[in-house]
């Protein structure tokens, strides 16, 4: 069994709204995968169900085998960081240390080890410069850094990026690129949904591609992009490269700029 | 025609010591379409505020220089008044949202509603933008019940109501999906072919290159390069100065580097097609 299993799960919201339908999927220790689709698609849904925060409507969602209908929210969030889309959603302290602090001290870990975590944390998403600041005095893109950082601080295995590459410029998505190699080195799952083809073709092995609530593909970066039904439906395109490689006709399956490069120094 | 001028403007915000925006000297054209990119932090979403008559009609702090919105400035103007010349649309859809009104019909038509507007006008209008953003299924829907990219579709779709002459839009595509940021900017090009006059702030540089007139640089507060997209994107110094340029630029430069340059460096897939489909019928004899 995976690290993070959904079977057959269908989830509807309190007001009847089916937002997610018949999901299974099963993502390992130390995976890597991109979550992308349409707006509207369920994704951030799904997602919330990984983290406790949504609880299947029917089927069940198992975290290290343990069933989310069986815990709380807080018992599944010790192994399921998820970092929100909104930063404004998460962030709620006045200062941004404190903000990072906050769940550590709820779970009342020592002043010596909120130190190492914090300094770890604030390390990664280089936002050393902000920690005396209040969080809405910076700009969206450093709070979406500063509301990874705490949810890094609780050092989960598991790690949700919601949307993470929104409003970021050339050395914010630079630092998630680090960031996300760091927790997979130290063995990490990292789950990240986002719109931004050129990152995940450059970052993910993996894509699951949702639309109209389910998953309609899961597979390696190349087989998602060059499946014309995929990216159609789930309204993604293909890497600016891809999309250029296909424009020519090239049967290559190229996503990265890399290949193209080469085939055109070898061949032409 | 001259639409916006900015006369060596330098501005503060309150309680700091730095300069959001320094020795700003630029003119915006009637009509026109202008990506304006950079890094965070670079100023460009003051930029856009000071256009807007946001500074220093909102936002107090030391303002300096000239900045004449058709001729007059920035200062004489009433706020409300150029609300109706200016549309603004901001970075984050979830702030724009008025979270006053329960349907998203509503939400479009509340800035017409305040223009005064009569009723017939403004359902028309609004029925109009709503076809025109693809957001029909969303209309009974409450905005605040809305996704990120649902939310931004529908800040977008009550400033278009508006009918404003110029239009400052702050990253409208950070929260969508790919499809629907190619639709936003048909849409944009649109706008532009009405005759409006477009600033637009993206990090989606493939797109910036491809649709916009004039491409400016922000860094540190001051404009670092302007140019039509051509002069600005072919320039490799941008992509040691953190500014991301567009993947067919990349493409150029990696073939230079190798000693297989095109003839000139592409900046839109469309020009490195062309570029390499002539390559390719030379290497098969046909050329």
């Known amino acids: 069994m995976g690290a993070i299993e959904l079977k057959n799960v ?80 998460q962030i709620f302290n006045s200062n941004v240390k404190k903000e990072i602090e906050y769940m550590l001290r709820y779970l009342k870990l020592d002043e010596k080890e909120i130190e190492r975590r914090v300094g770890r944390a604030v390390e990664l998403t280089g936002i050393q410069d902000f ?14 850094f500063i509301s990874i950082a705490a949810i890094l601080a609780i050092e989960t295995p598991y790690i949700i990026l919601d949307e993470p590459t929104a409003g970021q410029d050339m050395s914010g998505i ?54 014309h039904d995929v990216v159609k439906q789930a309204k993604i395109k293909k890497p600016q490269i891809g999309e250029l490689a296909s424009d020519l006709g090239l049967s290559e399956d190229i996503i990265l700029r890399k290949e193209l490069v080469d085939l055109l120094i070898n061949k032409y | 025609m001259k639409g916006i001028e900015l006369k060596n ?28 990119i950079g890094p965070n932090s670079a100023g460009k979403t003051t930029l856009c505020n000071l256009v807007r008559g946001l500074i220093p009609h909102f936002y107090e702090g030391e303002l300096s220089g000239d900045v004449l919105i058709e001729g007059k400035d920035v200062r004489e103007w009433d706020g409300s008044l150029l609300s109706t010349k200016i549309g603004y649309i901001f970075q984050n859809p979830f702030t724009q949202i008025s979270g006053v009104k329960d349907t998203v019909l509503e939400e479009i038509a509340l800035g017409l509603e305040n223009l005064g507007i009569d009723k017939e006008e403004m359902i028309e209008r609004v029925i109009n933008v709503v076809k025109l953003l693809k957001i029909e299924d969303l209309i009974k829907k409450n905005p605040n019940n ?84 051509s002069d600005v994107f072919s320039n490799i110094e941008l992509i040691d100065r953190g500014v991301a340029i567009p993947q067919a630029a990349l493409l150029s430069h990696d073939l230079q580097r190798q000693n297989k ?27």
């Open chain 1, 10 to 89: 269908t989830f509807a919201y309190p007001n009847g709204f089916i937002a997610n339908e018949n999901l299974t999927l099963s993502i390992n220790s130390g995976e890597r995968v991109a979550i992308v689709g349409q707006n509207g698609a369920g994704k951030t849904t799904a997602v919330k169900l990984m983290n406790g925060l949504n609880k299947p409507t029917k089927g069940n969602v198992f975290i290290n085998g343990m069933n989310t209908k069986d815990k709380t929210t807080a018992q599944i969030s010790s192994y399921v960081g998820y970092v929100f889309q909104n930063p404004d959603d």
């Open chain 1, 131 to 144: 920690l005396h600041m209040n969080p809405y005095d910076v700009p969206y893109s450093t709070r979406k």
């Open chain 1, 174 to 227: 630079k630092a998630l690129t680090t960031l996300m190699n760091v927790l997979q080195d130290e063995g990490k799952s990292v789950i990240t949904i986002t719109h931004d083809m050129e990152f995940v073709s450059d970052n993910f092995s993996r894509v699951v591609a949702m639309a109209n609530k389910q998953i309609i593909a899961d597979g390696t970066a190349r087989k998602i992009f060059w499946n």
């Open chain 2, 9 to 36: 403007v330098s501005y503060q915000y309150p309680l700091s010591e730095a300069f959001a925006l320094k020795n700003i000297h630029y003119t915006f054209e009637k009509g026109k379409f202008y990506g304006i």
């Open chain 2, 146 to 229: 809305l996704s990120g990219g649902q939310r931004q579709r529908v800040a977008f779709a009550s400033i278009i109501a508006m009918d404003n002459d110029i239009l400052v839009i702050d990253e409208p595509t950070s929260q969508l999906d790919p499809e629907s940021t190619a639709d936003i900017f048909e849409i944009i090009n649109m706008l532009k072919s009405q005759g409006k006059t477009i600033l637009l702030v993206e990090h989606k540089v493939d797109l910036i290159a491809e649709y916009s007139d004039e491409v400016l640089v922000m860094e540190n507060g001051h404009i670092a390069y302007s140019g039509t997209p």
């Open chain 2, 261 to 287: 340059p095109f003839d000139f460096i592409t900046i839109t897939n469309e020009q490195a097609k062309q570029q390499i489909m002539k390559r390719m019928s030379c290497v098969n004899g046909s050329y």
